[in-house]
């Protein structure tokens, strides 16, 4: 080769060389519509033509049994719009979105951006997914997150659940729905009402997380926060929860109840109010059991019986509640007080180990070492039973080593022992006091100007005191005895207090709040053992002379 013909064969090659370096450096354009999205497939059509007054001059008019494909997603309509270059596209009647066998959503009208993964369905919408079916107007489907919202109100039917709203989602994975304002929740048991719900289709369970209310049409349940499975009725609830019975509500910092076995347990802060007997009762722990008409309170347990006009305040370590004639016009309850008894009312205040209040008499019945106290007066025996009518005390019955106290002053106390002791009260203070079997009598009579000069010692069986404005007016002992007066300077050191004397006022309870405050007595003012129970004697004469003795 010639010189010059290698000298334009090697410019040539330099050229081309330049050329395909400036080509390779120039921008390349994209082969699909979208970078790193899949792509809408459209399937099938019976007829593919174009809009000509469609503003989107790209847009593909579909008609007659359309099917899309989208990543593993089928789509069928009878009509639709398909914008390819936006990976969209619009359907129109008998839309259905199949997800593999897990989601069917039905509706009149979709719209599904590909690039979002999107699916707009409004009209008639159905979505179905294994057990539950959600119905609404308007629904968005979002397959990223695999979560349907409504917002035009919805109803989603889950077996025996039909719950509406006017907001809500569900997802299909999880199988969970959350659903806001005007939520209810219908079961043919029970209906609950919510603002805010959410519920798992898996595990049936509600999940409380707004103000609610439960009703079966007998029990109601008011909850803003805990669980409650609608299969089995059982509820867990937190924030000061209240269940509600026939009159009856019991409401605690924690609620649990079981609707099969109608029963409910509260903790912590508890208050049980029954308003049909007006009287409520409270502790940290409370149980009730409808089915049984039972309950019972302990941990600061207190019951408070406001059914008699002046409210009665009771603590003991365990307090119970028995219903009996339930559902009948006989019905009444009773009140069981445990080991270490105190109890409150201004014109009565009592102690004892355990005690009884029943509805049936208005009768506490006090046992084990017990007192009571009125005014000045002090009255304990092996067993007292106190009757009650509309507003006070009527009578208290003191069985088996009977002792009534009066406080006068200073260091002189009006003492009458027997075997029992009845006592009379009118208006809230005593006016009669009886006193049956070996009754024994230590009084100091008071004159007019409200000395004491005087102290009686009298030994009978049966005795009757009359009190008129809280001072003894006169004694009537049967049969006649003859008593012996001490003046007050050479009282005999024995004789100024009866064997069993015991004045009690230091664990006597104050207030309402005092009752929570336990105190004990001094081993030697205690009781002696008994050998055999106490025998209610009638209050008659049953000897045909007798000793008055007037002030």
Request: charged share 25%.
């Amino acid at each position: 080769m010639r010189p010059v013909q290698r000298h334009r064969a090697l410019l040539g090659v330099v050229f081309c060389l330049l050329f395909f370096c400036l080509l390779a450096q120039q921008p390349q354009k994209s082969a699909t519509p979208v970078v790193g999205k899949s792509r809408v497939f459209l399937l099938h059509a019976d007829a593919l033509t174009k809009s000509s007054d469609n503003p989107d001059p790209d847009v593909q008019v579909l008609i007659g049994n359309v099917r899309f494909r989208h990543d593993s997603v089928y789509m069928y309509c009878d009509s639709a719009c398909f914008f390819e270059k936006k990976n969209a596209f619009e359907a129109f009647y008998n839309v259905k979105m199949v997800q593999g066998d897990t989601l069917f959503l039905y509706g009149d009208y979709l719209y599904y951006d590909g690039n979002t993964q999107l699916a707009s369905v409004r009209y008639n919408v159905r979505m179905e997914n294994d057990t539950t079916t959600l119905l609404t107007d308007s629904l968005n489907y979002d397959r990223v997150a695999n979560v349907g919202y409504f917002f035009e109100g919805g109803t989603l039917m889950d077996g025996e659940n039909t719950l509406n709203s006017s907001w809500g989602e569900y997802s299909p994975a999880t199988k969970t729905a959350v659903f806001n304002y005007d939520v209810k929740l219908v079961n043919p048991k029970f209906t609950l009402a919510s603002d805010t719900l959410r519920y798992s289709t898996a595990t049936k369970v509600a999940n409380i997380v707004g103000p609610s209310n439960i009703d079966n049409g007998k029990n109601h349940i008011y909850s803003e926060l805990g669980y409650y499975t609608t299969t089995t009725g059982q509820a867990e609830l937190l924030d000061r929860s209240v269940w509600t019975n026939d009159g009856r509500r019991l409401t605690g910092d924690s609620l649990f109840y079981d609707r099969g076995l109608a029963y409910g347990e509260a903790f912590g802060n508890v208050v049980f109010t029954d308003e049909v007997n007006k009287n409520m009762m409270m502790g940290e722990y409370c149980y009730y059991s409808d089915s049984l008409a039972y309950g019972f309170c302990t941990d600061k347990a207190l019951v408070v019986d406001y059914s008699q006009g002046d409210s009665l305040f009771l603590h003991a370590d365990t307090l119970k509640l028995f219903t009996f004639n339930d559902k009948t016009d006989s019905l009444y309850r009773e009140t069981h007080a445990y080991h270490k008894v105190r109890a409150f009312r201004r014109d009565i205040q009592a102690v004892c180990d355990s005690m009884v209040f029943s509805s049936k008499d208005s009768c506490l019945r006090m046992y084990h070492d017990p007192v009571l106290w009125n005014q000045q007066q002090q009255l304990l025996g092996e067993e007292i039973y106190v009757y009650m009518n509309d507003s006070t005390v009527e009578r208290a019955n003191i069985h088996n080593q009977a002792l009534s106290v009066e406080h006068v002053d200073s260091t002189m106390y009006n003492q009458v022992k027997g075997k029992d002791i009845n006592a009379y009260f009118q208006a809230g203070e005593l006016y009669r006091v009886d006193a049956i079997g070996s009754v024994k009598l230590v009084y100091f009579p008071m004159e007019k100007d409200s000395t004491v000069l005087l102290m009686n010692v009298s030994t009978t069986s049966e005795l009757n005191v009359y009190v008129v404005n809280r001072k003894m007016e006169r004694m009537v002992m049967k049969p006649a005895a003859e008593g012996i007066m001490y003046p007050l300077f050479d009282i005999p050191t024995k004789e100024r207090f009866l064997d069993t004397f015991a004045w009690l006022e230091d664990i006597r309870p104050k207030n309402k709040d005092d009752v929570f405050v336990w105190q004990t007595k001094s081993a030697n003012l205690q009781l002696k053992k008994s050998t055999r129970g106490g025998v209610v004697l009638p209050n008659q004469d049953l000897f045909g002379t007798s000793t008055e003795i007037k002030k």
